[in-house]
């Protein structure tokens, strides 16, 4: 469908550009060239400079191109051609990022997974994209194998190719890195290898150990490079295509807008798995020739350590994270004053942290926003010129706007609509979902545009902000939960006869997952909430799973007898 923009003068839509960065583009020209050669330049021009730092081991520029080319080359042994989907299943770590550019090197594409989730959820990730090889750690490997087991032979995995932890690091590193004490049983547990139906799992070890072939670099800047998944209001999560193109546009900008250099030091903690840590932290890094300080998970205490001891430069994060630093009563320990730029998305860094960041560090929180379909972001705020809890304005080369819902009419300055983006940002579509991708954009004034989901306005300045949600949606500490998929997995809990999930308020996490159950009427008095919370933890990924369960006997539902989600929703929020 295609609409005219309402307002004929866009002008006051253009105000955000008086608060531009200084001597910084509107708009840029990215390499047109494929991503694998960002790694290639940079370990060109910087072979001996640390690329990456875990638990105080280092990993140059030249070894990490050549574990990815080494890798790259036994994946084309293994079968892996261009346009292939390899999934990749990996908390932070060093094997991550090398895998990631070996996958783009054999011309295939990256399909980044939650380490979280479980063997029910993991089905799909293997079965929608077709994945035939997957890469991921020991710890995970044996919940992959399950999954790919138990689907049908043609759909299975055919390759899994296993590391640990310590494959990585010291594991007699003392210190300042070294990793905390109850960490080191999970980095340094040496599993058995899984049982693969019909497939073969092969060590990181013997997969290093490949020759380089001289394999001929096919990608163009308009092949598909990554396909993260999203969930949606409806259905099973949806593959978001991105060109190799999108994501350079996204990283060339990032470095530029980050004043990033290849003497930046980015603790990398935010997960690599997702479009922000992926995107603005790994690919922005390794484009630039910059160092990053590798995190497997988030501990205050050691965060606290690696920036003091590594002199941090750079730090993108999630809210939560700054809190919970913050509150260390060992924060006078650590030295914060290498930091230079810190700021995140994912939920909204409350006002008074942002205040004391300011006055006690000097530091500016910069927020932005954005989604997996924009390769992270689509909206920022300008260094010294931010607002707080605050989207902020259009990123280099987008057209962004608010629009209502309905008639898709572009609103007035103030007025409530649904945020729209257009750039170059932009993925491509949904993988397999041609009906999906059709509802997702709109076209205005001959431009095609991307349907956000979320609400939000603009102010006098430009800015955006976000006032609520169109899609169903639970941000639990900036991780996206989408009840429709959690309702979907509640279903196979044999006691459970119907169920709606909400959204509840929580003082650290700003909102937890709630199930509101319907029993069976054989498993009334005989299974409890809490017998269902622990079922929950145990099939799905943590953050999907509800903390909270309240048993009624019956759902509110339409006339058409559809569950009434939204007067749950606000019984809860009342």
């Avoid at 001597?23 to 330049?41: D, K, M, Q, Y």
């Avoid at 259905?235 to 530029?256: E, N, T, Y």
């Avoid at 500016?364 to 705020?381: D, K, M, Q, R, V």
């Avoid at 902000?465 to 939960?481: C, H, V, Y």
Wanted: charge should be neutral.
């Amino acid at each position: 469908m295609t609409f005219p923009s309402s307002p004929a003068d866009r002008s006051a839509f253009r105000a955000h550009h008086t608060f531009w960065p200084k001597r910084t583009p509107w708009r840029i020209t990215p390499p047109a060239t494929a991503l694998w050669h960002n790694l290639s330049v940079s370990a060109m021009r910087y072979p001996d400079k640390a690329a990456l730092v875990f638990f105080g081991s280092v990993l140059s520029y030249r070894q990490l191109d050549e574990q990815a080319q080494r890798l790259a080359s036994f994946l084309h042994q293994i079968g892996v051609r261009v346009g292939d989907r390899v999934l990749l299943n990996m908390q932070n770590c060093p094997q991550l990022v090398a895998a990631h550019w070996a996958i783009l090197r054999a011309g295939a594409v990256v399909v980044p997974v939650n380490p979280m989730n479980r063997c029910e959820e993991l089905k799909h990730y293997i079965a929608d994209p077709d994945a035939r090889c997957a890469i991921t750690t020991a710890d995970l490997a044996d919940e992959l194998a399950r999954a790919s087991n138990a689907l049908e032979p043609p759909q299975r995995l055919s390759h899994v190719i296993v590391t640990h932890f310590a494959d990585a690091f010291d594991e007699r590193v003392q210190g300042e890195q070294a990793p905390p004490a109850a960490w080191m049983d999970w980095l340094t547990r040496r599993h058995r290898a899984p049982e693969l139906l019909g497939g073969t799992v092969i060590d990181w070890a013997q997969a290093l150990a490949c020759s380089v072939d001289k394999l001929a670099h096919e990608a163009e800047p308009g092949d598909l490079a990554l396909l993260p998944y999203t969930s949606g209001t409806t259905g099973l999560p949806k593959g978001c295509m991105h060109a190799h193109a999108s994501v350079m546009h996204q990283v060339a900008a990032a470095a530029l807008l980050g004043a990033t250099s290849a003497d930046n030091v980015s603790l990398a903690v935010v997960p690599m798995f997702h479009v922000t840590g992926m995107v603005s932290v790994m690919h922005c890094a390794i484009y630039v020739g910059a160092t990053l300080v590798i995190m497997p998970r988030w501990d205050r205490e050691l965060a606290g350590r690696l920036i003091a001891a590594c002199r941090v430069t750079h730090w993108a994060n999630i809210p939560t994270m700054v809190i919970d630093l913050l509150a260390s009563p060992n924060l006078e320990q650590y030295d914060l004053s290498s930091i230079v730029h810190i700021g995140g998305g994912g939920a909204a860094m409350p006002q008074a942290v942002a205040q004391r960041l300011l006055e006690r560090y000097g530091l500016h929180y910069l927020e932005g926003y954005g989604l997996t379909e924009t390769a992270a972001p689509s909206h920022f705020n300008p260094y010294g010129a931010g607002k707080q809890q605050c989207l902020g304005i259009p990123y280099m080369g987008t057209d962004a706007r608010v629009v209502d819902p309905q008639t898709l009419q572009e609103m007035p300055v103030g007025e409530q609509g649904e945020i729209v983006i257009c750039g170059p940002q932009n993925f491509l579509g949904y993988w397999k979902r041609p009906e999906a991708t059709a509802a997702a954009f709109i076209t205005i004034d001959g431009k095609r545009f991307f349907r956000s989901g979320d609400l939000g306005r603009i102010d006098q300045d430009g800015y955006f902000f976000i006032t609520d949600r169109l899609k169903r949606m639970i941000n639990a500490s900036g991780f996206k939960g989408w009840p429709a998929e959690v309702e979907a997995l509640l279903f196979g809990h044999p006691a459970i006869q119907e169920a709606c999930v909400i959204a509840a308020k929580d003082s650290y996490r700003g909102e937890t997952v709630k199930a509101i159950v319907v029993l069976r009427p054989s498993c009334r008095g005989t299974v409890s909430e809490q017998d269902i919370v622990r079922w929950c933890h145990a099939t799905m990924a943590v953050y999907k799973a509800p903390r909270m369960v309240a048993f009624v006997d019956a759902l509110p539902k339409s006339g058409s007898g559809k569950v009434m989600w939204r007067q749950l929703q606000e019984a809860e929020n009342s």
